[in-house]
């Protein structure tokens, strides 16, 4: 654990011991209830999630003067972000994790929070494995059949040219809004009539950006999601050039760690919002053990997480509705650690990419330095959902049965240790890496996303309009919440 995770750590352990302390006082007062046991607390602004879109927006209702508390229930900062200590000073990210091109706020962030980057080891030749057969490739373009890459290249061109189209801020309001929301991304692929390989290629293109299958995802929503990467499908997938570009010298969640940080006793930790009270003055919070009082309340949860909160009065039907419509995706994500990465004394740079699961994508995820060795290989979509009740011991042979396939037998014979995380069995995220919607929602809900309930307002990657689903998309999302809150307070 980093001296940061140890700060905030210890601050909800003292939080904790004051609220049980004031529970006790208040128990001791004969005949007193639930209701007037809990801690009556009082603040301009509440912020309901710890991760980067709820700690972007409190840090912008405090540097405006205002007062403001950040609500988390978890025992820690970071949402979908989060570091794993494999020793020896040296950190896993079994979250999200990289950051790239056009991604300016996280980068700007990155910067002013005076942490640093560095680039996604990409040197050598890749592994391109195919039906049981394995090739080796340099740069980012696979050794596929000449058909099947031309297919795909008219494919993301043609993606490329709809989501030109599509408004990132509305896109129920894109010239073909109600046909491309009326089917999924499989029947767009149907009508393509690609090769097989042509097909593969891009539904694991999907699932790598959604950890969803082609089945589940409305069309105009995947063309939304390309408009809000600057317009170019090529960044969604590219390492070197795109999204999976860089990673943060010690980890991700570090910047969630900083910011905190800088907010200091206005996180709370451990503190799971049960209920929200609209009521004329403004809001009422209740948590496990407090009841806060406030002018205007961010939401950053996931919409799938949204029913979990009783809210009174409760939200209009079409929000209500629109909550029940936007699942998460499913993924594991998976790393081997060793001594070295040995697959650089073969000319290889950890990155394969496999038509045979459960492990389709890899990466090397070494630390800056090369030590130790990490390969990190991702199960996502199907995949996932099929392993879900997998035990531990055979989603570590899975893994490790698809990282010798691709890079040899010292992937199985030379482990020294094996993390995973399966994100649909945390209960406060219950999936990654996005919440996604199926046909009709967009155009059937439009703005419901983002349109605030009296004093509510809602943030957190989803409702995103530049980057939605990465961390660029969560703090793009807490700064246009905290903006409609300061300009309504």
Not at 206 to 214: D, L, T
Not at 322 to 333: A, H, N, Y
Not at 453 to 460: D, E
Request: with cysteine; hydrophobic share 40%.
């Amino acid at each position: 654990m980093s001296g940061e995770q140890r700060g905030i750590s210890r601050r909800s352990a003292i939080g904790g011991a004051l609220a049980g302390a004031a529970g006790i006082a208040a128990g001791r007062v004969a005949g007193a209830s639930g209701a007037e046991r809990r801690r009556k607390r009082k603040r301009d602004v509440i912020v309901v999630g710890a991760g980067l879109a709820g700690l972007s927006a409190a840090r912008e209702v405090a540097r405006a003067g205002h007062s403001v508390v950040v609500l988390e229930a978890r025992d820690r900062v970071g949402g979908r972000t989060l570091n794993r200590d494999i020793g020896h000073g040296e950190i896993v990210e079994i979250g999200g994790q990289w950051v790239g091109p056009t991604q300016d706020r996280v980068l700007a962030l990155i910067d002013e929070l005076g942490l640093k980057t560095f680039d996604t080891y990409i040197d050598g030749k890749s592994v391109y494995w195919r039906d049981g057969t394995r090739k080796l490739y340099e740069g980012p373009i696979p050794p596929a059949a000449g058909a099947a890459l031309v297919e795909v290249l008219t494919t993301i061109n043609d993606l490329n040219a709809k989501a030109a189209t599509v408004p990132p801020d509305a896109p129920w309001k894109a010239p073909q809004a109600d046909e491309w929301d009326g089917q999924t991304f499989e029947t767009y692929l149907n009508d393509l009539a690609l090769t097989t390989e042509a097909r593969e290629l891009v539904e694991l293109a999907i699932a790598s950006i959604f950890s969803a299958e082609p089945r589940d995802l409305s069309l105009l929503f995947v063309l939304f999601y390309v408009a809000t990467a600057a317009g170019d499908f090529n960044l969604l997938i590219d390492t070197a050039g795109g999204a999976q570009e860089k990673r943060v010298v010690g980890g991700s969640q570090r910047i969630a760690l900083r910011l905190a940080k800088q907010l200091g006793r206005a996180v709370e930790l451990g503190q799971p919002v049960r209920t929200i009270r609209r009521k004329e003055s403004g809001v009422m919070v209740r948590t496990r053990s407090d009841t806060w009082s406030a002018k205007r309340v961010i939401v950053t949860v996931p919409p799938a997480l949204v029913g979990a909160i009783r809210f009174q009065p409760p939200l209009p039907p079409n929000r209500a509705q629109f909550d029940q419509r936007v699942p998460m995706g499913t993924v594991m994500k998976c790393m081997a650690i060793y001594d070295r990465p040995f697959w650089r004394d073969q000319g290889l740079n950890g990155m394969a990419t496999s038509n045979t699961g459960p492990v389709q994508l890899t990466f090397d995820n070494s630390p800056p330095d090369g030590k130790p060795g990490v390969l990190l290989g991702f199960i996502e979509g199907q995949a996932a959902r099929d392993m879900a009740n997998a035990s531990a011991d055979d989603r570590r042979a899975a893994v490790l049965d698809c990282f010798a396939r691709y890079f040899g037998p010292e992937a199985k014979s030379q482990v020294r240790e094996y993390v995973d995380k399966s994100w649909a069995k945390d209960p406060w995220s219950r999936g990654c890496y996005v919440g996604f919607t199926p046909p009709g929602v967009l155009v059937g809900y439009r703005n419901a996303i983002r349109k605030p309930v009296g004093p509510i307002h809602w943030a957190g990657t989803e409702t995103a309009e530049e980057w939605a689903g990465y961390m660029d998309g969560a703090i793009d999302s807490g700064l246009r919440a905290a903006g409609e809150v300061l300009a309504a307070i």
